[in-house]
C-alpha cells in the first residue's frame, strides 16, 4: 500500500461486558476499539481491531449511597455503557455495596501489621487497559518521548500488579533491561516515569524469589540516590517557599508578591504529592529487600537512616507508617548485632557460635560489604570470634583466609587486620595456611603505612612460630633489621607500635641466624636501654626478657649476651619481682646462663640464697649496727641483697669483677651452703646465750606454776580438811561433855 492511497481513519468503538473489580470498589467496563484505513474511494485498506478495557472506580460508594442515583450518573458520564445496561449497573452496584472483605481474622492481623501498598495514582491510571500479549508494543513506548514513556510504563505497571504476570514479565529480559535503563537515564525527568517503573520492581520485590532480578539490574542502589536526590530537592522548594513567604510578610499590601506566594504554594503542594507517591514506592521497595540482613548492612552503609529521619518532618500518613516501620526494622537489627557482640566477649560462649549458621553469614557480609570500612558491629563481633581455635577453623574454610587477606591489604583496614592476628594466634592447620602471605604482610612493615595497620600486621607476622618459615630471608628481603632498631629507640614511636616490634623480635630470635644477626646489628644494648626507660611497664619488661631467653638457646647471642651486655646483672634484680610471669621467664633464662657460665653461675645460686634466707641474713646485719653487742659476731660483713640496691652498683655482679668467692658449710644451724665475697667464720657462741637464758627463764617459770598448781593446793586441801575435823570435834565434846 503507498502512502498517499491512504485518505482517511475510520474509528468505532463498541461497547462489552461489564462486571465488578475483584477487590476494589469498581465496576470493569469491556469494549472493543476497531480501527480502519479508508483508501481515496471509500474503500477499507487496512483494519485492525483492539480488545481493552475501562476501570470506573467509586469512591464515594458506602452503606448509605442511593444506588439508583449512582448507576443513572455511571451511565451518563460513561460513553461506553449503552443506556439499556442501566439495570445491570444497579444490581452490580448493589452487589459491590454488600460485599464484606473476605480476608479471615489472622490475614487482617498479618496485613494490618505493615503498611499498605501504594495505591494508585496519577500516571497509573489510564483509560486503555494492558494485555500480557502487547508487551512488545510497550517496550517500544520506551523508546520514544517521555509522554510516550510514561504511558508505556503505567501499561506494563498494570500487568506487573497482577501476580499471576511476573513470572511471565520476569522471562521477558528485553523488558526488564529497558525499564531498569530508561529509569537510570531519565528518572530527573519526569516523576511519573520514575514512579511507574519503581513500582513495577516494587511488584516484584513483593516475593523473595524475585530479589535477585532486583540485585541485577541494582534497581535499590539507583533508588536509594533518586530517594536523596527527592530529599534534597524538597528542602530547595522549603528554601524558595519560605523566602516568598518572608517577602509577602515584608510587604503584606502588594498583591504582586502575594500572588507570586500562593502560585509558587499551589505548585509545590502538587510536587510535594507527586514526590511523596515516588518516595513511599522507593521505600517500600528497599524495605522489602532489607529482609537479607546483608542487604539491609549495605543499606545502613549507604546512610539510610539519615534519610529516612529526614522524611518524617512529611504530612503524608501512609508515608511516615512506611518510614517508622523501616525505622524499627533497623533498630532491631543493630540491636540484635549488639546482643550478638556482647555474648561473644564471653570466652564460655565463643565456642558456641561454631555450631550455628552465624558465621557462614558474618563471612557473606564481610565480602559483599562495598565500602572500604566494615561496619563498627560487624567487625567488632568477628574480632570477638576469631579469638575462638573452633570458629577460626570456620572462618579459613575454603578461601575464606585469603579473602579476608585480599580485602584487608587493598583497603589497609586495621581492624579486619585485627581479626586476621586472632586468627594467625591458634596453632595447628590454619597457622601453617599464613606461610604464603608472610611477604606481603613483611612489605606493609614501613613508615609510609597508617601506624595502626602496620601494628596489627606485626602482630601477625610475631604469632607465626612456624619451624619451616626461613625469618632470615624475610629479614633481608623486606630490610625489617633497620627499622625493627630504629623503633626501640625511645621516643621513636608509639609504646604500642614499639610493644609489637619487641614481640616480633622475639618471634624471630628462635632462628639461630635471625638471632645472631640481631645480635650484630646492635639491637641487645637497645632492648637494655629501651628495659630501663619501661621498667614500670610489665608487659615491655616481660617482652624484652623473652627475647633474652630466646637468644641464649643460641650459641652466638649467648656469649654477646653474658659476656658483651649487663643482661644476666638486669635478670638478677628481676629475679624477684612481683609479677610472676616476670619471675618465671627470669628463672627460665638465669638457668640457662647458669648451666653455660661457672662464674655467673655462683653469683645466681648466692643471690637466690640471700633471697630465700633473708630473715636470718637480716638479723645478723641488725646485731652487727649494733655496736654494744658487736662482739657477738666477730668482724665478718654480710653485704645487703641485690634487691635493695641499683643494680650498677654492684661491680661484684658483673663478668669480670671481684674474686672467686669461697663456700663453707652451715650444716649444723641452717642445712644449706652459703657465698660470701669474704672467707665465712662459723658465727661466735655468745650469739646463743640468749637463747639459753631465754629456756632458763621458761624452765623457772614452769616450775613456779607447777609448785603452785600441785604442791600449794594440795597443801591448802589438808589443812581445810585438818580444820572440819578439829571444829567436828569440838562439837561433840560439847554435846557429850556440856561444862
Given at each position: 500500500m503507498q502512502g498517499e492511497d491512504a485518505r482517511y481513519l475510520k474509528r468505532k468503538v463498541k461497547g462489552g461486558n461489564i462486571d465488578v473489580h475483584p477487590s476494589e470498589k469498581a465496576l470493569i467496563v469491556q469494549y472493543e476499539v476497531e480501527a480502519t484505513i479508508l483508501g481515496e474511494m471509500g474503500d477499507p485498506m487496512l483494519g485492525e481491531r483492539k480488545e481493552c478495557q475501562k476501570i470506573i472506580r467509586l469512591k464515594s460508594l458506602n452503606a448509605n449511597t442511593d444506588i439508583t442515583s449512582l448507576a443513572r450518573k455511571v451511565v451518563e458520564?460513561?460513553?461506553?455503557?449503552?443506556?439499556?445496561?442501566?439495570?445491570?449497573?444497579?444490581?452490580?452496584?448493589?452487589?459491590?455495596?454488600?460485599?464484606?472483605?473476605?480476608?479471615?481474622?489472622?490475614?487482617?492481623?498479618?496485613?494490618?501489621?505493615?503498611?499498605?501498598?501504594?495505591?494508585?495514582?496519577?500516571?497509573?491510571?489510564?483509560?486503555?487497559?494492558?494485555?500480557?500479549?502487547?508487551?512488545?508494543?510497550?517496550?517500544?513506548?520506551?523508546?520514544?518521548?517521555?509522554?510516550d514513556k510514561v504511558r508505556g510504563s503505567a501499561l506494563i505497571l498494570q500487568l506487573a500488579r497482577n501476580p499471576d504476570n511476573l513470572e511471565e514479565l520476569l522471562l521477558n529480559e528485553t523488558a526488564l533491561g529497558a525499564l531498569a535503563r530508561v529509569l537510570r537515564e531519565d528518572w530527573k525527568q519526569s516523576v511519573e516515569l520514575a514512579t511507574n517503573i519503581i513500582y513495577i520492581f516494587f511488584c516484584f520485590s513483593s516475593f523473595s524469589q524475585f530479589h535477585g532480578l532486583i540485585t541485577h539490574y541494582k534497581i535499590g542502589a539507583l533508588c536509594m540516590n533518586i530517594i536523596d536526590h527527592e530529599l534534597k530537592r524538597h528542602e530547595l522548594w522549603q528554601e524558595e517557599l519560605s523566602k516568598k513567604k518572608k517577602a509577602v510578610d515584608e510587604d503584606p499590601e502588594n498583591q504582586t508578591l502575594r500572588k507570586d506566594y500562593e502560585?509558587?504554594?499551589?505548585?509545590?503542594?502538587?510536587?510535594?504529592?507527586?514526590?511523596?507517591?515516588?518516595?513511599?514506592?522507593?521505600?517500600?521497595?528497599?524495605?522489602?529487600?532489607a529482609e537479607d540482613t546483608r542487604t539491609e548492612l549495605k543499606m545502613r552503609n549507604k546512610n539510610i537512616v539519615h534519610m529516612l529521619v529526614k522524611a518524617l518532618d512529611r504530612d503524608n500518613f501512609e508515608l511516615l507508617i512506611l518510614v517508622v516501620s523501616f525505622l524499627k526494622k533497623l533498630s532491631i537489627f543493630m540491636e540484635t548485632m549488639c546482643v550478638l557482640y556482647h555474648i561473644s566477649m564471653d570466652d564460655r560462649f565463643k565456642s558456641m557460635f561454631a555450631y550455628t549458621d552465624c558465621i557462614p553469614q558474618l563471612m557473606k557480609m564481610l565480602f559483599e560489604c562495598s565500602d572500604e570500612r566494615i561496619d563498627l558491629e560487624l567487625i567488632s563481633f568477628c574480632i570477638n570470634l576469631a579469638a575462638n581455635k573452633r570458629n577460626v577453623q570456620l572462618i579459613c574454610e575454603g578461601?575464606?583466609?585469603?579473602?579476608?587477606?585480599?580485602?584487608?591489604?587493598?583497603?589497609?583496614?586495621?581492624?579486619?587486620?585485627?581479626?586476621?592476628?586472632?586468627?594467625?594466634?591458634?596453632?595447628?592447620?590454619?597457622?601453617?595456611?599464613?606461610?604464603?602471605?608472610?611477604?606481603?604482610?613483611?612489605?606493609?612493615?614501613?613508615?609510609?603505612?597508617?601506624?595502626?595497620?602496620?601494628?596489627?600486621?606485626?602482630g601477625t607476622l610475631a604469632n607465626l612460630t612456624i619451624p619451616d618459615l626461613d625469618w632470615e630471608l624475610?629479614?633481608?628481603?623486606?630490610?625489617?633489621?633497620?627499622?625493627?632498631?630504629?623503633?626501640?629507640?625511645?621516643?621513636?614511636?608509639?609504646?604500642?607500635?614499639?610493644?609489637?616490634?619487641?614481640?616480633?623480635?622475639?618471634?624471630?630470635?628462635?632462628?639461630?641466624?635471625?638471632?645472631?644477626?640481631?645480635?650484630?646489628?646492635?639491637?641487645?644494648?637497645?632492648?637494655?636501654?629501651?628495659?630501663?626507660?619501661?621498667?614500670?611497664?610489665?608487659?615491655?619488661?616481660?617482652?624484652?626478657?623473652?627475647?633474652?631467653?630466646?637468644?641464649?638457646?643460641?650459641?652466638?647471642?649467648?656469649?654477646?649476651?653474658?659476656?658483651?651486655?649487663?643482661?644476666?646483672?638486669?635478670?638478677?634484680?628481676?629475679?624477684?619481682?612481683?609479677?610472676?610471669?616476670?619471675?618465671?621467664?627470669?628463672?627460665?633464662?638465669?638457668?640457662?646462663?647458669?648451666?653455660?657460665?661457672?662464674?655467673?653461675?655462683?653469683?645466681?645460686?648466692?643471690?637466690?640464697?640471700?633471697?630465700?634466707?633473708?630473715?636470718?641474713?637480716?638479723?645478723?646485719?641488725?646485731?652487727?649496727?649494733?655496736?654494744?653487742?658487736?662482739?657477738?659476731?666477730?668482724?665478718?660483713?654480710?653485704?645487703?641483697?641485690?634487691?635493695?640496691?641499683?643494680?650498677?652498683?654492684?661491680?661484684?655482679?658483673?663478668?669480670?669483677?671481684?674474686?672467686?668467692?669461697?663456700?663453707?658449710?652451715?650444716?649444723?644451724?641452717?642445712?644449706?651452703?652459703?657465698?660470701?665475697?669474704?672467707?665465712?667464720?662459723?658465727?661466735?657462741?655468745?650469739?646463743?646465750?640468749?637463747?639459753?637464758?631465754?629456756?632458763?627463764?621458761?624452765?623457772?617459770?614452769?616450775?613456779?606454776?607447777?609448785?603452785?598448781?600441785?604442791?600449794?593446793?594440795?597443801?591448802?586441801?589438808?589443812?581445810?580438811?585438818?580444820?572440819?575435823?578439829?571444829?567436828?570435834?569440838?562439837?561433840?565434846?560439847?554435846?557429850?561433855?556440856?561444862?
Open positions: 458520564e460513561c460513553k461506553l455503557i449503552h443506556p439499556s445496561k442501566l439495570n445491570e449497573v444497579e444490581q452490580l452496584l448493589y452487589y459491590l455495596q454488600n460485599r464484606r472483605d473476605s480476608l479471615s481474622g489472622k490475614e487482617k492481623k498479618e496485613k494490618s501489621s505493615k503498611p499498605k501498598d501504594p495505591p494508585p495514582f496519577e500516571g497509573m491510571e489510564i483509560d486503555e487497559v494492558a494485555n500480557i500479549n502487547d508487551m512488545d508494543e510497550y517496550i517500544e513506548l520506551l523508546y520514544e518521548d517521555i509522554p502560585k509558587t504554594f499551589k505548585k509545590y503542594q502538587g510536587l510535594v504529592v507527586k514526590q511523596e507517591q515516588l518516595l513511599r514506592v522507593a521505600l517500600y521497595l528497599l524495605l522489602n529487600l578461601n575464606g583466609l585469603k579473602m579476608l587477606m585480599k580485602r584487608a591489604l587493598k583497603f589497609k583496614d586495621p581492624l579486619l587486620m585485627k581479626m586476621i592476628r586472632n586468627i594467625s594466634q591458634h596453632d595447628g592447620p590454619t597457622k601453617n595456611l599464613f606461610i604464603d602471605y608472610v611477604g606481603d604482610l613483611a612489605a606493609q612493615i614501613s613508615n609510609d603505612e597508617e601506624e595502626e595497620f602496620v601494628i596489627e600486621c606485626l624475610v629479614l633481608k628481603e623486606y630490610k625489617l633489621v633497620p627499622y625493627l632498631k630504629d623503633k626501640l629507640k625511645p621516643g621513636a614511636a608509639e609504646d604500642d607500635l614499639v610493644l609489637e616490634v619487641v614481640i616480633m623480635i622475639g618471634t624471630v630470635s628462635m632462628d639461630d641466624s635471625c638471632a645472631a644477626l640481631l645480635a650484630k646489628s646492635g639491637i641487645i644494648p637497645a632492648l637494655i636501654e629501651l628495659l630501663n626507660a619501661q621498667q614500670e611497664d610489665d608487659e615491655f619488661v616481660c617482652q624484652i626478657i623473652y627475647v633474652f631467653y630466646q637468644m641464649v638457646f643460641h650459641q652466638a647471642t649467648r656469649d654477646v649476651i653474658i659476656k658483651e651486655t649487663q643482661a644476666p646483672a638486669y635478670l638478677i634484680d628481676l629475679m624477684h619481682d612481683k609479677n610472676n610471669e616476670i619471675r618465671k621467664v627470669c628463672d627460665n633464662t638465669l638457668d640457662i646462663i647458669a648451666e653455660y657460665d661457672e662464674e655467673w653461675a655462683k653469683k645466681i645460686q648466692s643471690e637466690k640464697f640471700r633471697w630465700h634466707n633473708s630473715q636470718w641474713l637480716e638479723m645478723v646485719e641488725s646485731r652487727q649496727m649494733d655496736e654494744s653487742e658487736q662482739f657477738l659476731y666477730g668482724d665478718d660483713r654480710i653485704e645487703p641483697y641485690i634487691h635493695e640496691g641499683d643494680i650498677l652498683e654492684r661491680p661484684d655482679l658483673f663478668y669480670n669483677s671481684g674474686k672467686m668467692i669461697t663456700k663453707a658449710k652451715l650444716n649444723s644451724l641452717c642445712a644449706i651452703e652459703i657465698w660470701v665475697d669474704q672467707p665465712c667464720s662459723f658465727p661466735s657462741f655468745g650469739i646463743y646465750i640468749p637463747i639459753f637464758i631465754y629456756l632458763f627463764i621458761i624452765f623457772i617459770i614452769y616450775i613456779f606454776i607447777y609448785y603452785f598448781l600441785v604442791v600449794y593446793k594440795w597443801t591448802s586441801a589438808n589443812d581445810f580438811r585438818s580444820t572440819i575435823h578439829t571444829h567436828h570435834a569440838n562439837l561433840l565434846t560439847h554435846h557429850f561433855f556440856p561444862s
